[in-house]
């Protein structure tokens, strides 16, 4: 039985019309086979035009219909349900873009008229093969799961909590706070950072919706949006958190010392330890890897020092499994590592990064605040250099953006704590592109003693001499007492293995790739997983909780309690009969949404995860993959028409 085939051309006003004869344009789709209907209207998404559009598909009993008119991303939602309202599988709907495609891009009239006609041709060439396509909707777990408890994911897990959902907060480290706990004040205006952040951090400990699990790391990630299942290692603190005031009484009794990370390995730690003082929760670990006991020695001696029992050699890791409908990654930043570089002599007595640096500042830090060097004293120079390791080919081409701004910062610290102090800030431009950057270096910048323009930092040369330390650079040379590095923020080691399990793209410097960089900067090409914060690039601290906020609010809209999901319709199915077990989809589809059944030897889709993109489709060499709404003959019909 034929088709009955309506065919409705829009003027958009004076968009199309001027350029495109839309008069001969129905009269050329009136004379095509199986066309029972043509309409022309001035705007036919106005409420009079979709009126008289489902008015006609009813009264003429029309099977199928073309709209010629502007964008499918514009109004492509808009027709679709106009045939719905007139009874009609929306999925049997095919638009011909003549406003942006034609009208927009070809002066000449005739010319548009033509090329309009070629399209209009193959859309009702290609309407004819499409087929009634059904939505679904499957239930969604209400709770999620936020990895990294820094800045971001502290922000991102108080920011979902808010709304009465239980939040998993994932942190590998024993303790809280990420980087910024580490920092004593923060530009641009100076702000204590432990003071602003102990709120937020204590919020997360006493919230009854925030589970938090510390000394901890993702070990799984099964699963789709709304139905994600996350395996939780739980490592052993060998602690009883029950027990345990945190009073610090096991740690002189440990004879193990090590260098201390926290610290940036400018001081020692014991086996058994809290990061700093003030750490929260406030609860030692006991380092495994360095323990005696763990050795195959018998030392007790930090369970005879506790009071209260609280030290539980018995302890075990514990697999957690997490049921949740979104997962936020908030995994943070490292800094590069500076001894690849030939030139600045990273790791010398005095020559520090900027971390080590904001340890010494800090009065939790190794020297309890007192800026001192090496040799005990405080530096009466100290050389900041800009860019060590970033904006060079050779180590990171990119700019991190923040490092200007701290390290005036942190050269204001030093003048603070040492009056007289000679500062110089070794450069090749000022980069401050945040709020208050600016009016910071118009206030601090006269506390400089000089401010030394080069143009390739990373061409200076660092090497100690008979006692200062010297930095030749094109054009002259200085000695400072101390040398203060400015690396590249990278992210995490590790940030490939996180990246495979929640199914991220990484960009080539290892950041993770939101789904895009300008409209949707804290999603991700994979439904249901968000970041947040220097995971997905450098950022300063407001910027990683915006991002943390936009993370949580996108997760939060996303899964509503109560509400089914509704799936992508036009997605891929694989023929069972004509797949090879070839495997050649799997690593293609950018959504994860394709998996290979051992047991049938088959690709399989998840039409939860699938996009519709087609690039399985495409790639199929025995044509077993196959896209619902954009089939081998549709396809076929559509070049057929715009060659006719």
Sequence with gaps: MPEKIGVFVCDCG???????????????????????????????????????????????????????????????????????????????????????????????KTLATKKA?????????????????????????????????????????????QKNRNVYLVEREGWIGGRVVAYEDVFPNLDCAPCMLEPKMDEVLHNERITLCANSEVENVKGFF????????????????????????????????????????????????????GVLPNLPLIDKENCLRFKNQECT???????????????????????????????????????????????????????????LLSSTGPTEGKLLSS?????????????????????????????????????HLAAKKIPGIKVFEIISDWCLPGRGYQEFYNKHSGELSKIIRVEDVNSIKIAR?????????????????????????????????LAALIGVNLDKDGFQIPEHEKISPASTTTKGIYIAGCSSGPKDIAQSVLQAQAAAGSA??????????????????????LCGGCRVCVPLCPYQAISFDEQKKVAVVNEVLCKGCGVCASACPSGAARNKHYTVEEIFAEIEGALS
């Design 14 to 108: 004076n968009n199309i019309s001027d350029t495109v004869d839309t008069k001969a344009l129905a009269g050329f789709a009136g004379g095509q086979p199986d066309v029972v209907e043509v309409r022309l209207h001035r705007l036919w998404c106005s409420e009079e035009g979709r009126e008289e559009m489902k008015k006609a598909i009813k009264e003429k009993g029309i099977t199928r219909a073309v709209v010629a008119a502007c964008s499918p991303k514009q109004h492509e939602k808009t027709f679709q349900k106009v045939l719905s309202d007139a009874g009609l599988n929306p999925y049997l709907l095919a638009m011909v873009n003549i406003r942006e495609q034609v009208a927009w891009v070809t002066k000449d």
């Design 117 to 161: 006609q070629s399209q209009l041709n193959s859309a009702i060439k290609r309407v004819r093969w499409q087929k009634p396509l059904e939505k679904t909707e499957i239930e969604c777990k209400k709770d999620f799961v936020v990895i990294g408890a820094g800045i971001a994911g502290i922000s991102a897990a108080l920011t979902l909590a």
């Design 226 to 277: 709304g139905n994600f299942e996350v395996q939780i290692n739980k490592k052993a603190r060998f602690i009883d958190a029950e027990k345990c005031i945190g009073c610090g009484a096991c740690y002189d009794a440990c004879p193990v010392k090590v260098k201390n990370k926290f610290n940036g390995n400018l001081s020692e730690r014991h086996a058994v330890y809290s990061a700093f003082p």
């Design 301 to 359: 001696k930090c369970q005879e020092a506790c009071p209260f029992g609280a030290v539980d050699y018995a302890q075990k890791d514990e697999i957690i499994t997490v049921q949740a409908g979104a997962i936020v990654a908030a995994t943070g930043f490292d800094l590069y590592d500076l001894s690849k570089h030939d030139n600045f002599s990273a790791g010398l007595p005095d020559v520090v990064d900027a971390y080590q640096f904001e340890r």
């Design 375 to 411: 040799n005990g004293k405080p530096p009466a120079s100290i050389a900041f250099v800009h860019c060590s390791g970033s904006r060079d080919k050779k180590h990171k081409e990119y700019c991190s953006g923040v490092c200007c701004a701290y390290s005036l910062k942190l050269a």
């Design 465 to 497: 001499g008979d006692g200062d330390i010297k930095v030749d650079y094109k054009g002259g040379s200085i000695s400072a007492e101390m040398i203060v590095l400015a690396p590249a923020m990278v992210p995490k080691g590790d940030a490939s293995k």
């Design 556 to 577: 939060l809209s996303a899964i509503v309690p109560g509400e089914k999901i509704e799936l992508e319709v036009a997605t891929v199915v694989i023929d069972e009969k």
